[in-house]
């Protein structure tokens, strides 16, 4: 009896693939290893490297494996480039879910897990965003993963797979002790990149946009721990095992930080100067992002340990500084 992790090489996969691993779980992680990282697997979960869109190569895994729930990560998840490619965030993130859906149905594995992010909401108009909050995606990453929502209720509908979609907002931090992180090639991320100016490796920070309507006029985001994340899985898996219903559920911390705010964070956190100028907005960015994490707390009973962003800033951090070329260094 295995879980499957879809995407366990990537950043959130593989702390949550850690998480399971370390509560007893046998998992069985599938990852094409286009973004991921082979090094980022942990070596006791079983490893098979294929795409999701492999219709063949999935059964097989399906086949082999006893598997009585799905994580699912595997996704492209940058905003900028979807904005550029568009299609390809619909082939591999909805097709690849389409072919997933499909094949656990066809396996009888009627429980997911997946992964919503909070660009499924666009510019909303409430502050926090509920689960409630229209979702308007204001770019093709987010409207691929409501797109996956969407498929989810009518699978239940019709084939009773009961699903848990997690909205992430902003991901940061890795596991305490620095053994895995973030690594993404390109990196795109503010805090990744905020951390490789502090430690040398880039020489100043673009802050995409200064004059939005926020407190000192840089985007505004809402920061969860990869960790605290990683749990949110496990609890949604237990939610569904204990029969609920399907469901969607916002997962952030309630605050949000400005861009310029967690420069400052984090030139406290390393001691760096960490210089930055004011560049032109990224296409597709949302001014601001804060979540309501209330429905997670009261009915998953999710409580997140990382409520500050100095701390979330920290483990980044260790991970930075154990590893400066990222996973290259354990090729
Ligand atoms: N930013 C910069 N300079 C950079 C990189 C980022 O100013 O070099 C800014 C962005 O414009 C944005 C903020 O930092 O205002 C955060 O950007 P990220 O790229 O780190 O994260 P996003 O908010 O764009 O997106 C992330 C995930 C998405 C998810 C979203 C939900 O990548 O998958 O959070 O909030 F949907």
């Given at each position: 009896m295995a879980i499957l992790v879809t995407g366990g090489a990537g950043y959130i996969g593989s702390h949550t693939t850690n998480r399971l691993l370390d509560q007893g779980q046998k998992v069985v992680v599938v990852d094409n290893l286009v973004t991921g990282h082979r090094a980022a697997i942990d070596p006791r979960a079983k490893f098979y490297q294929g795409d999701l869109r492999d219709r063949e190569f999935l059964s097989q895994v399906f086949e082999k494996e006893e598997i009585t729930g799905v994580v699912h990560f595997a996704a492209n998840s940058l905003v900028g480039e979807s904005m550029e490619k568009p299609l390809k965030y619909f082939d591999n993130n909805d097709y690849g879910f389409i072919v997933l859906l499909e094949t656990m149905i066809a396996h009888n594995v009627k429980k997911i897990v997946f992964s919503s992010t909070a660009a499924?909401?666009?510019?909303?108009?409430?502050?926090?965003?509920?689960?409630?909050?229209?979702?308007?995606?204001?770019?093709p990453y987010g409207e691929s993963k409501l797109v996956m929502e969407k498929f989810a209720h009518w699978a239940d509908v019709a084939d009773g797979l009961r699903w848990v979609a997690l909205r992430y907002f902003n991901v940061a931090?890795?596991?305490?002790?620095?053994?895995?992180?973030?690594?993404?090639?390109?990196?795109?991320?503010l805090i990744p990149i905020v951390l490789q100016v502090a430690s040398g490796k880039r020489e100043k920070l673009q802050i995409f946009g200064g004059d939005y309507p926020t407190k000192d006029g840089t985007n505004v985001r809402d920061y969860v721990h990869v960790m605290d994340l990683a749990d949110a899985h496990i609890l949604a898996l237990n939610y569904l095992n204990d029969g609920n219903d399907s469901n969607a559920f916002n997962l952030g911390s309630?605050?949000?930080?400005?861009?310029?705010?967690?420069?400052?964070?984090?030139?406290?956190?390393?001691?760096?100067?960490?210089?930055?100028?004011?560049?032109?907005?990224?296409?597709?960015?949302?001014?601001?992002?804060?979540?309501?994490?209330?429905?997670?707390r009261e009915v998953l009973h999710w409580q997140p340990k990382y409520d500050d962003i100095e701390k979330i800033i920290a483990t980044a951090w260790t991970w930075t500084e154990k590893h400066p070329a990222g996973y290259d260094d354990q090729k």
């Open positions: 499924t909401f666009g510019e909303a108009k409430e502050m926090p965003i509920t689960e409630t909050t229209p979702q308007v995606p204001t770019n931090g890795a596991k305490a002790d620095g053994s895995i992180g973030e690594d993404h090639h390109p990196e795109t991320h309630a605050t949000g930080f400005s861009n310029l705010e967690i420069v400052e964070a984090a030139r406290k956190v390393t001691g760096a100067p960490i210089p930055y100028e004011i560049a032109g907005r990224r296409a597709g960015d949302p001014s601001t992002l804060i979540a309501s994490s209330q429905k997670a």
